[in-house]
């Protein structure tokens, strides 16, 4: 948990490798571009000269009409020279991701806005890292999860309620401010309490408040470590204060960390802290007895939990209905022109020539992959693609294909289901989705190599190695559908096959010797 100030220091640090990778970007493609125009130079230099006399007639107070006529003549022929190449006018000039700051941070002596966002991101990352899911919406929590029958705790059917107590958390994140009131959240386990809370933390964190996510059996145990341990940097003091000054408190599963006199002590202090700063809260538990929860936190904890708005949560456990669910996604792709995207977006992505990362495709003659090589190269040029955003680079170079099969693989991690990648095309979405969110590695399977090029090196990059390689060309989700037998009988022998002992056979005893 990083105090807000680190969050500030790390966000300035991360604009400025921002500005320093658009300089550098700037000087290689104004070498690239010298390199293809010989005239570049010296047309840049009548502009450079041209604008110095400009400002020296207007410094000097003289007519500054034929000294500007002659830069926009200047600045012309350097624009017209740059169209001949199919580069754009700006082509030269640093690509910053922050016009107003130019990724400096500042602007007119005031912190600038993209500061505060990287912060935002910052926090975003720290709070998933935390916590067992992702931060989303409430958009992703779905109404069907929960049963259509009457639920005997509310008096109506548990979708119904839950549909209105979902209403009810989206509009208090809707107009959060420092002044909102503290939420318990509270339900058997598995009805989505954290899955709401970290929606809140996502549109809280939007609106620019800072928020603070802590697993309270992972935040106490730290906290008691450090207390009786060695602490000489001050750890526990610095952790307690930026959870008890941070805008927006998240306290998840409270009622499952090992109860102790130090976690009954500091829990107390640190709640009272929060309500004496009339700061809101949100406590999650799977605790519904208020005589259990003053039984295991005392009064004085189980009164002030009392003063929280609750939330009930019912129905039916949501992770056991989606672990009966689907146990397996398959990917394909079908259309014109896919491989040439792809290797697009891979040579950016892997930072690999273009000419080494293009195929032949459904079979283009040598003269059609010369022309697809150099649609390419001028797609590259011509866009400017972030090789360190993958939603840059895929905006840029990719198409709705590779966006949709992107997001196939984050769903997949997220609902912790495996997905198998079919083909170049697919494999690249792996590769996208992977680079976007790391974590998202653990759901990807290639089912097969393709023949492109670039197949075998966009799987390496992603540290997977094909069930299949077999010359397919194909990417319609053939090579994942036959791939699927190999995992049923992989699954078959893992889980049915006897041990020696359930065969009767006698245990492998090492025998003397030399051996042969």
Known sequence: MRTKNELYQEALRTVARRRQTARARAEDARAEAEAALPGLRHAEEEVRVRGIRCALAGAAGRDRTEAAAALADARRKLSELLASSGRPADALEPRFTCKLCEDTGVVKGRTCECVHKVMQQLRREEIEALSSLSISSFDTMELRYYPDEKDADVGESARRYMAGQLAE????????????????????????????????????????????????????????????GQDPAGEEETLLRTAAGADLLILDDLGSEFNSSFLISTLYSLLNNRLGAK????????????????????????????????????????????????????????????????????????????????????????????????????????????????????????????????????????????????????????????????????????SHCSTEPAAKLVLDALNKKALITAGLHLGEGTGAVAAIPLWDMALAVYDGCYSFAEGGIDAYTPQGGAGC
């Open 169 to 228: 958390l989206k509009g208090y994140a809707d107009e959060f401010d420092r002044t909102s009131p503290s939420l318990v959240l509270l339900g058997n386990a598995g009805l989505g309490k954290t899955h709401a809370a970290l929606a809140i933390a996502g549109e809280v964190l939007e609106k620019g408040f800072d928020v603070i996510y802590v697993s309270s059996p992972d935040f106490f145990s730290k906290l008691e470590a450090l207390h009786f």
């Open 279 to 446: 700061l809101p809260t949100i406590v999650t538990t799977n605790i519904t007895d208020s005589t259990l929860l003053e039984r295991l936190y005392t009064e004085k904890i189980s009164s002030r939990l009392a003063s929280f708005l609750p939330c009930l949560f019912v129905g039916k456990d949501i992770r056991a209905q989606k672990a009966a669910g689907v146990q397996l996604l398959a990917t394909g792709e079908m259309g014109i022109g896919n491989t040439t995207t792809s290797s697009a977006v891979a040579a950016v992505l892997l930072g690999q020539p273009v000419e080494r990362m293009t195929g032949r495709g459904a079979g283009l003659s040598d003269a059609g992959l010369a022309r697809k090589v150099d649609a390419i190269h001028r797609g590259i040029v011509r866009n400017q693609p972030d090789p360190a955003d993958p939603l840059d680079v895929m905006a840029k170079l990719g198409g709705f294909d590779i966006a949709g099969l992107c997001g196939i693989f984050l769903g997949g991690a997220l609902e912790r289901v495996p997905v198998l990648a079919d083909g170049f095309i697919s494999g690249v979405a792996a590769l996208c989705a992977v680079r976007l969110c790391p974590a998202a590695e653990k759901a990807v399977f290639a």
